[in-house]
């Protein structure tokens, strides 16, 4: 199966915000881009599409097609509990420094933890897989992206987990990615 993995366009909040599981919006200028550049490229075509229910996600999804749409909660970013709408800068540095050590389990913001995340994503990866269409398009968040580029044959879902949550995040806003899964 291939998947075009789509991250979001640029939020509609200040800089240095934690907005994981917050429903924030896209910025307007930066939604009529990716759908530009998405129409341009010819997306989503007659691929059926998915999206996190988050509305910088479902708003371009809706935007592509009313037809072919499902909104799938599994495809949301990670939820930061009370670290959410905070200034990065605004919590405090032992918080940050026990996440890091603890990757996997600790809960930042008392709410989800990576491996909270992961199974919602690898549920949404094995439904995909078992539904059978040979593509899709797939409109979610940059811990969604990167959890699912880390999930291959022979990791276990920790390894893919501890995989996707210590790489240095570089998807852009917007950026579009293919990934073949079996």
């Not at 993995?5 to 429903?23: F, I, K, N, Q, T």
């Not at 599994?74 to 540095?93: N, T, Y």
């Not at 022979?154 to 996707?164: F, H, K, N, V």
Request: aromatic residues 6%; hydrophobic residues 50%; contains cysteine.
């Amino acid at each position: 199966m291939k998947l075009h993995l789509l991250r979001h366009p640029r939020p509609a909040v200040e800089h240095g915000l934690c907005y994981g599981a917050s429903d924030v919006p896209a910025d307007a200028a930066a939604l009529d881009q990716v759908l530009a550049a998405l129409r341009e490229a010819g997306l989503p075509g007659d691929l059926p599409v998915y999206t996190s229910p988050l509305r910088r996600c479902r708003d371009l999804a809706s935007a592509l097609t009313p037809a072919a749409l499902y909104v799938d909660a599994r495809l949301a970013e990670m939820d930061f509990g009370a670290w959410e709408m905070r200034p990065w800068s605004a919590i405090p540095r032992a918080d940050v420094d026990a996440w890091n050590a603890d990757l996997l389990h600790y809960r930042p913001g008392g709410a989800e933890n990576v491996m909270d995340v992961a199974r919602r994503v690898a549920a949404f990866r094995a439904g995909l897989l078992a539904a059978g269409a040979a593509e899709a398009l797939v409109i979610c968040h940059a811990g969604t992206i990167r959890l699912l580029l880390a999930m291959r044959p022979g990791l276990s879902l920790e390894q893919a987990a501890l995989e996707a949550a210590s790489t240095p995040h570089r998807i852009g806003y917007g950026q579009l990615q293919v990934l073949d899964i079996a």
